[in-house]
Each structure stands twice: as C-alpha cells, then as structure tokens.
C-alpha cells in the first residue's frame, strides 16, 4: 500500500463525492471517475440562461435532511436556499382539492375522504412521528426490522378505507416517488409519515449538485471518464477507463467505492470472485429495479397556473399525467424587461413514460401536450415547450424486504471492492450520502 493510500470512486453522484469527502478527511489520496460532464449524478440540474434562475430539475429536499444541512452550514451555503411552498392539490376524477403536509385546517377540509379516513391517517400520523428515530427514511439498518414483507397498499388499506388510501396516502407517495404502491415496502410509507409531519421543503437556487462538488473538493475528478473495466488483482484494484477522446487508460488503486446505479455496479463487478464480492451482495446488485422518470417542461403565463403547486392525480390507476409541479422564473422579452413566468414540469404515469422514453423531443412534447389537459383541464394551450430530462434509472424500487437484504449486505461490505448508492435505501440525496459516508468508512477503518 502507498503511504497514504489510494482510493477509486466510480460514480461521481451524491453517493460517491460523500464518499470522496470522508476518504480525503482520512487522508488517501481520491480519484473520482464520473461519465458524464459534471458531477451530481441524478441530483444534477440542467441549466437554461433564458430563465432566472437557470435551474430546471431541481431535486425537494426537506427540513429533516440532517447532513444536507450540515454541509450547507459546513459550505456557507444558506443563501442558496429557496423555500418551497408545500401546496399539493390532489385531483380526484376533475375535482381539485388541496391538501397541505403541515395543516391540520387543511387535512380537516380536504374533501376527497370521508371524516373517519381523515382522524384515521392523523392518528398514524402521530403514531408513526412518535417513532421518528426508528422509523428513519435514509437508514435501511433501522428501517430494516420494520420490513416485515408488507407492501405500501397493504399498510394504507389497513390504516384507512380504499377510497380513503387511493385519494390521501397514495397520491403522497406516487406523485414524489413514481411507484406503484402495490409494488414498494410499508416501511418506506410508514418513515415518510414518520418524517414529513411539519416539515419544510427547499430547493437550491442553482441546483444540488453544488453540493457534491463541494463534497469532491480535494480529489483528482475525472469528468467524462467510463470505466470499462474492474479487476482485482493481487489485493489491488485496477481501474480501465474511457476518456472523451475515445482512449482508455488503467490505473491501479488499494481499494474502490463503486458508487454507480445497482445495474452499472453488477455489470462491473461481475468477474470479481465471491470473495471480493459476496453471492449476497451480487443477487442484491442484479435484482433492483428501477422506475424511469420522464421530466417535460413549459414556460407558460405566471397567471396561467398555482403558483409553486404539485398537481398530483388520485386513484389506483396509472393515469396518462401523474404530476405537475409548477417553479417561478423570470424570462426576458424582446426588450430586455423581465417578465414574471411559471415553468411546469409535467410528470407522465408509467406507462406513458416508459411508451416515451427514447422518442424524439418534437413527439415527447407532442404527446405530453395532448394529455396533460386529462390531469389538469386548464393547463394553458400556448404553453411553450421548453425541456425534457430522461432517467431511465430514475427511481430504485424498495420492495418489500429490500430494507432486510439491503441492512445484509451493509453489514458484509469489505474492501478492496464496496457499494454505495440511493439504492441501498430510496431515491434521495440524504440516503445516498449516507451510504457513500458508510462505504467510505469501511474502508479507512478496516
């Protein structure tokens, strides 16, 4: 081993620069390899000039994301801060209805359920926050002992009636995450109840990734670069890599954090030796599924639309629009005067999104337009296209004993080869820094 030691990061998400941050604090030398031009990963904003801010996808993140906001303190990064309004309107079958996450006025209201179904989701909403430490959102090792093979549906049709789940817990969990409820653990619904209670949600000014690059500072980033290849050799780590110009170069390392998408990390990893890396934790890597997310964006008149809402669609089905969330910008017009407009980010439902994927941006828009009238019948007809982002590994799907087999595999991780990533607990910033400060630790303190 060189005196200070040398460590790999592939993957220069929010995982992989937590990661990066905790090995250059231990003193090793950090090599970061990251595919594309910047680092952030699926935290990453596209940036338009046209608009101020620039910003376009810009991750929620909320109040109770504790080592966010410890490197936010930590950056000097608190003017960068905007205060989102936590405005969702639920829309069941036409009817718009508003459903406010820190109002009980608003919950007592909401007129999509009948009363009982209201006392019924506050009181497990005050029974869930009472378990806040246990029931923790980003941390599948506490999270674990409350996967007990329960789906979210399961949960919600026990703690409330059908109409009741499909019109107030489910429009919650599908409008921000994209699953089907059918399909996730009750753990993940039962710690974002436990969470979200009072809560206040925030973006960035100038996009997330900021934070990540903040994190990274220190190791050598290299941007546009593939790895192609992985191998062990000896006890050490040896690194192929593809630049921009098309060369590959190897490099070798004492150890590695693969801080990629589950899919990416087994197809590196897959010649390593189970002694490297565990049957477990290679069926783990090979069986997580992921939802794509498909973000189609319009600049339309301030006047046109709530300000700052999330239009979420109720009801069991995969409708042809799930979401719309609308962000203030200012655009300049032909003389140069700023002119107050909303951009909307419409959200398809699965199948619409998955049917939409890889097409052209001239049909996405096209389509999007012609359906986005059947969530929100007002959605402006002059609406200008603006933006598309695709993730087709948007979303890594808790299912039910993810958590149990995801706490296994933590607690197997070894050098010279560990993982870190949101899917270890659920797409959010907060959980992937975790896991990258997790992986990162076992490896100095081996």
Known sequence: MTERGKTAVVGGGMAGCAA???LL?????VVVYEASPGLGGRARSWHRPEIEPDVGVNLWFTSFYKLMFERIREYGLEDQLVEMSNNVIVVDEGRPAELLSDSLLSLFRYPHVPMRDRIRFLTATVRETFRRKQ???FDPLKLAPFDDGTTAAEYGERILS???FDNLLRPEIESFWLWQCE????AHVRAMQ???AGAKFYVFRHGMEVIAERNAEGADIRLEHEVTELQVIDGRVHISARGADGTVATEEFDDVVVATTAPVAAKLTAALPTGIVSQDTREFLE???YEPALSVSYLVDFSSMPSEAHIVAAGAEDPPVKTIITFPRQVRDEQGRPVDKHLAFIYPGRAVSRRLL???TEEQFAETSRLVTELWPDFPADAEPFQIAERPHAMPVPEPGRYRRSARVIRQQRGPVVFAGDFFTSPISEAAMLSGIRAAETLTTA
């Open 135 to 137: 029931l923790d959102i």
């Open 25 to 29: 604090k231990a003193g090793r030398e």
């Open 287 to 289: 069986s997580q599924r």
């Open 162 to 164: 059908r109409r009741g």
């Open 194 to 196: 436990a969470q979200v």
């Open 20 to 22: 990066a941050k905790e």
């Open 358 to 360: 890889g097409l052209s």
């Open 183 to 186: 399909e996730v653990s009750a």
